[in-house]
């Protein structure tokens, strides 16, 4: 998972925290400033915020902010990461980021195609 649909992700389960809260605001007003309050990125976040645990709508996110070259983007990767250390600092924050690393870096079940020499160690 990219590091802005991270920091939504984990905004999103902890929006009852001010900081948590000013944090999304400023991320979404980026967002919404670079690309349009109608456009796809800020209505996948949109459909995110809706229902914040289906992975499918994490996805469509990141795929969205990938389209959009959002994820190359000082100035939203910036409050992306500003984001994140808030929600760091909230109870279980810690342990979601470091889940969703696991989860990119290590994954479960995860498919991956190429050529080379592969191998996959558990």
């Known amino acids: 998972m990219d590091i802005i649909t991270a920091a939504i992700a984990g905004a999103l389960a902890n929006l009852g925290a001010a900081a948590v809260q000013k944090g999304y605001g400023k991320l979404k007003a980026v967002m919404q400033r670079k690309f349009g309050a109608d456009s796809d990125v800020v209505q996948a976040t949109e459909k995110l915020e809706q229902k914040p645990e289906a992975q499918g709508r994490k996805l469509m996110l990141q795929e969205e902010l990938v389209a959009a070259a959002a994820d190359k983007d000082a100035e939203l990767i910036?409050?992306?990461e500003e984001l994140l250390a808030e929600v760091k600092k909230q109870p279980g924050g810690e342990a979601f980021v470091q889940q969703v690393v696991n989860q990119q870096i290590t994954g479960d079940g995860n498919i991956f195609s190429g050529t080379g020499n592969?191998?996959?160690?558990?």
């Open 78 to 80: 910036k409050a992306a």
């Open 118 to 122: 592969v191998t996959v160690t558990k």
